[in-house]
C-alpha cells in the first residue's frame, strides 16, 4: 500500500511539474512565434503605406484596390523638382508708389522624372505580394480601404490596411490569442488587428511598437 501511495505522488508531482513547465514555456514559445510573424506582418504593412505615400503624392489620393495600386507602381512616375530662392523686382509696389522695390521669391525647377517603382523597391517585385499576408500556411490578404475625412470643411485622403491577429497566428493556443487579442501596452500591438492608417483619423502609421521599426 505504501508503494502505491508513493507511485501516485510521483505520478502526481510529475503531472503537476509538466503543469508548471508548460505554463512558463508555452507563453516563451507562443511570443517567439508571434514576434517573428508580427515582424514580417509590419514589413508587408510598411510597403503599403509606401506605396499609397507615393500615390498620394502624385494622384492627391489614396488607392483602396491593390490591382490598381499594383499597377500604378508599375507605371507612375515622381516629377524630380529643385527649389531654389531668387529676388526679383515688385512690379506692383513701383506701380503703386513709383519706388523700387525687390521681393524674395521662391523658384521650383523639373529636372525630370523618376520610376516609382525603381525609387521605393529598385530591382525587387516585392510590391506585387504585399496584398498577402506572408505567414506560412495562411492563404488571407490585408483588407484594405480608402476615402477622405472632414477636418475644417476640408476632405483629407486617408487609407487603412489590416489584418486580424488570429489571421496571423492562427495555429496558436487559442487562450494565449484571446489574451493577445486584449493588449493595452506601449510595447505590444493593441487591439484585435494589426493595423495600419484609418479611416477615421488623419494618420499613416501602424499600431505597433517601435521595436518592430527598429528591426
Known amino acids: 500500500m505504501k508503494l502505491v ?9 510529475i503531472f503537476l511539474g509538466y503543469m508548471v513547465f508548460n505554463a512558463v514555456y508555452e507563453p516563451i ?19 503599403i503605406r509606401a506605396a499609397q505615400l507615393a500615390h498620394q503624392e502624385i494622384t492627391g489620393n489614396f488607392e483602396k484596390d491593390f490591382d490598381k495600386l499594383i499597377r500604378f507602381i508599375d507605371t507612375a512616375e515622381f516629377t524630380l523638382t529643385q527649389r531654389r530662392d ?35 523597391f529598385k530591382n525587387s517585385t516585392r510590391y506585387k505580394e504585399m496584398m498577402k499576408v506572408p505567414v506560412d500556411g495562411v492563404d488571407a490578404k490585408f483588407s484594405m480601404d480608402a476615402g477622405t475625412v472632414l477636418k475644417n470643411d476640408n476632405k483629407i485622403p486617408v487609407f487603412e490596411a489590416k489584418v486580424a491577429k488570429k489571421v496571423v497566428l492562427h495555429d496558436l493556443d487559442e487562450d494565449l490569442l484571446m489574451a493577445e487579442n486584449q493588449v493595452i501596452s506601449v510595447e505590444g500591438v493593441n487591439g484585435r488587428f494589426i493595423s495600419l492608417g484609418s479611416m477615421t483619423e488623419i494618420k499613416t502609421e501602424g499600431n505597433w511598437p517601435t521595436a518592430y521599426d527598429n528591426n
Do not use: C, H, P
Request: proline share 0%; aromatic share 8%; glycine share 4%.
Open 5 to 13: 501511495i508513493q507511485l501516485v505522488l510521483w505520478i502526481v508531482i
Open 29 to 47: 514559445q507562443f511570443n517567439k512565434v508571434k514576434e517573428k510573424r508580427y515582424a514580417k506582418v509590419v514589413d508587408r504593412l510598411k510597403d
Open 86 to 120: 531668387s529676388t526679383i523686382m515688385d512690379e506692383e509696389y513701383r506701380k503703386t508708389f513709383g519706388v523700387d522695390k525687390l521681393k524674395d521669391i521662391i523658384i521650383i525647377d523639373t529636372l525630370g522624372t523618376a520610376s516609382v517603382k525603381d525609387s521605393l
